[in-house]
């Protein structure tokens, strides 16, 4: 089992040091991050929070998965790895710039 956790369901008050804290009681926090918006600096409302051994992970989930935090149950579970994004994508669907499907394009 992997010691690195997902938070989720975070309040968009907390911040990496309270992670950190209520985190602690489980075990050594090696660390604790809280995922923000690049561009307001605002929280995404999920974060990652790693454990110094896959006990303490255990731990931590049993102990915190469901536990309120900043008046918001929290999901916390074993982290997965990032999924790859599609090449090209640049964070638009279809019907966005002329491409197939939008209905602005000219016909010519």
Do not use: C, W
Request: no cysteine; hydrophobic share 30%.
């Amino acid at each position: 089992m992997s010691n690195k956790l997902y938070v989720g369901n975070l309040s968009y008050s907390v911040r990496d040091d309270d992670l950190h804290q209520q985190f602690s009681a489980f075990g050594q926090v090696q660390s604790a991050k809280v995922m923000m918006e690049r561009d307001t600096g605002r929280s995404k409302g999920f974060g990652f929070v790693e454990m110094s051994n896959s006990q303490e992970a255990e731990a931590a989930i049993r102990g915190m998965h469901g536990q309120n935090m900043g008046g918001r149950d929290l999901t916390v579970n074993i982290a997965r790895p990032m999924e790859p994004r599609a090449p090209g994508n640049g964070g638009y669907g279809r019907g966005h710039g002329g491409g197939y499907g939008d209905s602005r394009r000219n016909n010519y």
